[in-house]
């Protein structure tokens, strides 16, 4: 059974249509990226002005004592911030693209399948086996590659919570810190 060049054509642009989808997530994440930095860098800005202005108005130790404490809370909220927003981009992007190469995969597979069983229609008495052993084989892949899905979705939400606890504690050690 050979295949058509319109079979070739369907597959070529099959696989153009997915690269296109990966690099087009991939452009977004940048996208959001550079606008999150864009604002960081700006927020960061203004800040540094507003803190400038505050340090020239300064007339005692203490009061330059208060000043820090009172602006090391806001900034530390705002490095956490910014790290939660850029997880949460690098998640997305990341689910995304594994999303849609398991729609390739799974496109692939049963691409596979099908021409597996056209060329059991045609093959040869005694081939029997060896398609067998062929189909077994991906059967076993696909089972261990849903395992590996499905630890790494684990070890995923593990390392989200992890960081999620991690920011909490931060925060209140802060929060702790400047009421002491």
């Known amino acids: 059974m050979y295949a058509s060049p319109e079979q070739f054509t369907a597959g070529n642009k099959a696989s153009l249509d997915a690269l296109f989808s990966i690099a087009n997530a991939q452009f977004i994440a940048f996208e959001r990226l550079s606008a999150l930095n864009f604002e960081t860098t700006k927020a960061t800005f203004e800040d540094s002005v507003n803190q400038a202005k505050a340090l020239l108005s300064v007339?005692?130790?203490?009061?330059?004592?208060?000043?820090?404490?009172?602006?090391?809370?806001?900034?530390?909220?705002?490095?956490?911030?910014?790290?939660?927003?850029?997880?949460?981009?690098?998640?997305?992007?990341?689910?995304?693209?594994?999303?849609?190469?398991?729609?390739?995969?799974?496109e692939m597979n049963k691409t596979v399948v099908s021409l597996l069983d056209k060329l059991t229609k045609n093959a040869p008495a005694g081939s029997d086996v060896a398609v067998a052993a062929v189909k077994s084989a991906m059967a076993a892949a696909n089972s261990a590659y849903d395992s590996f899905a499905n630890v790494v979705k684990q070890a995923t939400d593990m390392a989200e919570a992890n960081v999620t606890a991690a920011t909490a504690t931060v925060v209140k050690e802060a929060g702790k810190k400047k009421a002491a």
């Open 59 to 106: 007339k005692d130790a203490q009061e330059l004592l208060n000043l820090s404490a009172a602006s090391a809370q806001p900034a530390l909220e705002k490095v956490i911030a910014y790290s939660r927003n850029v997880y949460e981009v690098a998640t997305q992007t990341q689910a995304e693209v594994t999303k849609l190469a398991e729609t390739q995969a799974a």
